[in-house]
């Protein structure tokens, strides 16, 4: 849903990717600085009780620089002839450790009903392991489902602001992400079955 929004501020942020390169920044290296944001948020989101308010504050900030990082690498990578198959690949393993990690910070901190959390996790997981396999037999998959890797992000990140008030709402934010990445890995199983049946 988000990935043509995705591509034109991609094309906005060429100024940016500029400046990260002259900084020594390759697309490896801002994979590596998005997964560390990522595990900062897991870990802001893990200790979240002690101090509510100021932590679901730089859960959300690690995790939205985290994303940042996301689109960052692709740019540069573009930008600067630098891409490459094994930082394609590079960038999704961190991208599902990053994503891992978000989910059990959020249960472990108690944040949420942990049958949700798994079915989250499970279904964000799945997402990306269709897309994956898809792909890997030659079936085109990019935008196909609503709960893309950004979508997840931008639903995760409107609820936790929403919990720094209303802390049942992460709860409902993470029941919201299970059903739609359940939905979505449902949806790219069936776009599948379709294309190979043709």
């Known amino acids: ?28 290296k801002i994979s590596i600085v998005g997964f560390i944001l990522s595990l900062a948020s ?12 100021l932590l679901l504050f730089f859960a959300v900030l690690f995790m939205l ?10 740019i540069v990578a573009r930008t600067f002839n630098q891409a490459s198959a094994f930082g394609a690949f590079f960038d999704s393993v961190l991208d599902r450790y990053a994503d891992v990690a978000i989910y059990a910070g ?5 944040l949420c009903e942990p049958i949700w959390g798994l079915a989250a996790l499970s279904g964000s997981v799945l997402v990306s392991y ?6 890997g037999i030659g079936v085109k998959m990019e ?7 950004a979508e997840r992000m ?9 919990a ?3 802390l049942p709402a992460l709860n409902i934010g993470m029941i919201v992400l299970a059903v739609f990445t359940n939905v979505t890995a449902i949806q790219r199983v069936y776009h599948v079955f379709k294309v190979l049946k043709k």
């Open 65 to 74: 620089a985290s994303g940042f990082c996301d689109v960052m690498d692709g």
């Open 42 to 53: 897991a870990v802001a989101y893990t200790i979240a009780p002690v101090q509510l308010t």
């Open 154 to 162: 931008l639903i995760l990140g409107v609820f936790t602001v929403i």
């Open 106 to 110: 959020i249960i472990i901190g108690g």
């Open 164 to 166: 720094i008030f209303y």
């Open 130 to 135: 269709t897309r994956a396999r898809a792909e």
């Open 1 to 28: 849903m988000l990935t043509k929004l995705k591509k034109r501020v991609q094309e906005m942020l060429g100024a940016e990717a500029v400046i990260a390169q002259k900084l020594g920044f390759t697309p490896n």
């Open 143 to 149: 935008s196909v489902g609503f709960a893309e890797r």
